[in-house]
């Protein structure tokens, strides 16, 4: 089973200004999570799908710049437009959708990930981290009722897609235009390993993350 990597890449990002080449612990941002990727072994190919030529002198070894059309560096360009181009260019079984903006997770957890699937227990995979507190959703309560309020410990768990990575067969998306299916592989992860680079805030969050582990 052919399984391919890719990570978009744009240097207009808005929220965080120049991201994706912000040196976070020396180096730029998304060298964290393709330096990951380089460990996956379950991985046959590794893209960074990005329409500048610039990108290609901070790519690891065993990384392949694959260019894209400008048109997908709008600020309205949706994620889908991204994948159906991407898909059509590279053909896998498999695709591992890897965010740069997800420094810390794992190699262990994308390759554990990606054995699920591939063994055809999920259909698909995602990261996820679970929260286990009080939640509302819609003006009332989600995991509980206000005249039985339980223990923490006993809350039903909820699960937030965290966006380090989706998995998801050839099949799922051409034919669906999906990136999870009905049988997910929810691959969870701690606050630190799930943390999301959306704002400022959370660049920040890492740089704390990155001084701490170098103590």
């Known amino acids: 089973m052919k399984t391919v990597a890719f990570v978009p890449i ?3 990002s808005q929220r965080v200004r120049g991201k994706n080449l912000r040196l976070l612990g020396g180096e730029p941002l998304m060298c964290h999570i393709l330096r990951t990727l380089t460990q996956v072994k379950e991985l046959d190919e590794i893209y960074v799908y990005c329409s500048s030529e610039e990108i290609r002198e901070y790519l690891p070894q065993g990384v392949r710049l694959l260019k894209r059309d400008k048109r997908l560096d709008e600020n309205t360009t949706l994620g889908a437009e991204i994948y159906d181009a991407f898909v059509s260019e590279v053909e896998a079984d498999l695709y591992v959708l890897a965010h740069a903006t997800s420094p810390f997770i794992k190699a262990d957890t994308i390759s554990r990930a990606i054995r699920e699937v591939q063994s055809g227990a999920y259909d698909s995979s995602f990261s996820a981290e679970c ?3 009080y939640t509302w959703y819609r003006g009332r309560p989600l995991n509980y009722s206000l005249d039985n309020i339980p223990r923490t410990q006993t ?3 909820i699960y937030i897609e965290t966006s380090a990575f989706f ?3 050839r099949t799922l ?3 669906r ?3 999870i299916g009905d049988h997910p ?4 992860v701690d606050r630190i390993e799930g943390l999301d680079i959306d704002y400022p805030e959370d660049f920040a969050t890492a740089e704390v993350i990155v001084a ?4």
């Not at 592989?185 to 969870?188: K, Q």
């Not at 701490?212 to 103590?215: D, P, Q, V």
């Open 185 to 188: 592989f929810m691959s969870v």
């Open 131 to 133: 929260i286990r507190t």
């Open 212 to 215: 701490s582990r170098k103590l």
């Open 177 to 179: 235009h999906q990136r």
């Open 155 to 157: 809350l039903e768990p």
């Open 167 to 169: 998995i998801f067969p």
């Open 10 to 12: 744009r240097l207009n």
């Open 173 to 175: 998306w051409v034919e």
